[in-house]
């Protein structure tokens, strides 16, 4: 094998393995372009989910105004229903205690005082009474009729008291419902706070995820970016090697016609020396070589 030959090999070698590092390239740069989409689709789809989290914070923030609006209206209901049952408690406790304190001024019992009425009306109508025992028994009837016009007091202030109890205990139960609306919308209330929270949470988890998601699609791109410059460097150093064969066969090839010139010129010098008649091609290789034509014919015709 000649150098011509064995270099032409070796640039075909170099041509075949640098075709199989591109082929290689090629391969390495799809699978991370593909990697890089099916990225970008996993980050399409955190961020369409990242917009109906945020829609539904919207609608839990707006659902917990709502909730604490309708809250401090049932507040206000509840304070008033509280100060209504605090007045119509504290008429009751007041009724109480004037009756308490009525009856408990009273030395005699109410049967008793009518007895002692009846006794004293029956010893006037029957007895023989000067005018001052009769003076004496009248100013006792009517003290002990005063004791029992403040038993009809009392018993009328007992009946003012049991109507303010009852009404107290209406109020009551009306504190009671509107306590227990209150908490239950303070418990909905604290349910939106956690659910907001808990998308809060959510929306900080997957923007961290679509930050990872970013980082490893640029250094997914930076990594595809570098192979593409190592492609272009063996495209550049595939040409060149095309080149350098083409060189090398052109220059052999040259140097191939050169010596059948130089073989066919040496041929037509000889049929010139002996008279015979050249062609074109013969003639060609001649001029090619720069032989002299005319002294060739002058020896022809000396002869």
Known sequence: MDTVTQSIEELRESLTNT?????????????????????????????????EERKKVRELIEEKRRAQEEY???QKERNEVLETYKKAKELAMRLKKEYEEIVSSIPISERELKRRIGALERRIETGRLTVEQEREIVMRIGYFEAMLGEYARAKK????????????????????????????KGKEIAELKKRIGDAMT?????????????EEINKKSKEADELREQLDSLFEKLREIRESIKKIIQEREKKVEEEIIEEVAVIAKQKLRMGE???????????KTGEELV???GEKGGK
Do not use: Y
């Open 202 to 214: 959510s929306l900080d988890q997957l923007g961290g995820e679509i930050e990872k998601l970013d």
């Open 19 to 51: 075709r199989e590092a591109i082929r290689k390239l090629k391969a390495q740069r799809r699978s991370i372009i593909e990697e890089i989409k099916s990225l970008r689709e996993k980050r399409r789809e955190l961020i369409n989910k990242i917009r």
């Open 72 to 74: 401090a209206e049932l």
């Open 295 to 297: 002294g060739g014919e």
């Open 277 to 287: 008649k050249l062609d074109i091609g013969e003639l060609m290789a001649l001029v």
């Open 157 to 184: 202030i007992k009946k003012e008291h049991l109507e303010a109890a009852a009404e107290a205990g209406r109020w009551r139960f009306f504190l009671n419902e509107s306590s227990a609306r209150l908490r239950e």
